[in-house]
């Protein structure tokens, strides 16, 4: 199995930037695409920002030209830069990874325990 442990949550005020970090660990054969997503209490977990293995990104419309993300493969990591923060990004964001696990033949979705992200006024 893959583990994920997420940090660089917390409290900043808008305008401000954060970079949250997301590193895979375990039994690791290869890693396809890595993202991050958002979910906030009585809503569904959307999509914020992907990146595949040959490094193309995907981005939420509401975060574009605001975050950047990027990947470390040599320590399979993935960054979310978040810059210019906004109250509506406020969140818990939780770091996906499609992985094959060593041993095993299948990919799966794995997820992080979730970072809580509060932007202020």
């Known amino acids: 199995q893959v583990q994920l442990v997420e940090s660089g949550g917390g409290l900043v005020q808008a305008g401000g930037s954060l970079r949250l970090s997301c590193a895979a660990s375990?039994?690791?054969?290869?890693?396809?695409?890595m993202g991050w997503y958002r979910q906030v209490p009585e809503k569904q977990r959307e999509l914020v920002a992907r990146?595949?293995?040959?490094?193309?990104?995907n981005y939420a419309e509401s975060v574009k030209g605001r975050f950047t993300i990027s990947r470390d493969n040599a320590k399979n990591t993935v960054y979310l830069q978040m810059n210019s923060l906004k109250l509506e990004d406020t969140a818990v964001y939780y770091c996906?990874?499609?992985?094959?696990?060593?041993?095993?033949?299948?990919?799966?979705?794995?997820w992080g325990q979730g970072t809580q992200v509060t932007v202020s006024s």
């Open positions: 375990g039994s690791i054969f290869s890693i396809n695409t």
């Open positions: 996906n990874v499609n992985a094959r696990a060593r041993f095993w033949v299948q990919v799966q979705d794995y």
């Open positions: 990146i595949s293995s040959g490094g193309s990104t």
